[in-house]
């Protein structure tokens, strides 16, 4: 293995350990500014913010030709998806209301 492809290797591989770590740090502040959401008493399905932030960023990541979300009404807890839009992290389709996609962060 050269020295150039060795150093690559270490590269992605301390860009993999940051991401884990990020992650792990998202996570906790999420439980503890964003707990789970039990809109109704007599239903027990819960929301987390964290798993819309988790579906947006797989599809960014799996799928970046068409990264959107379909928001299937009782899977994801509306108020959720008005934050993060009005946070500026996610975006709606511009053609279809019930899609939304991680705003591009670079430019």
């Not at 964003?34 to 947006?56: H, M, W």
């Not at 928001?71 to 899609?99: C, M, T």
Request: contains cysteine; charged residues 25%.
């Amino acid at each position: 293995m050269s020295q150039e492809s060795s150093q690559r290797r270490q590269v992605v591989l301390e860009t993999q350990a940051q991401v884990r770590e990020l992650m792990r740090e998202l996570t906790r502040f999420l439980s503890k500014h964003c707990p789970p959401v039990q809109p109704r008493n007599d239903d027990p399905t819960t929301f987390q913010l964290k798993d819309v932030l988790e579906d947006i960023m797989n599809l960014s990541v799996s799928q970046p030709s068409d990264p959107y979300v379909v928001l299937v009404p009782g899977e994801y807890y509306p108020p959720h998806i008005e934050q993060l839009i009005n946070a500026g992290i996610a975006v709606r389709h511009p053609r279809d209301s019930q899609k939304l996609r991680l705003v591009d962060f670079y430019s």
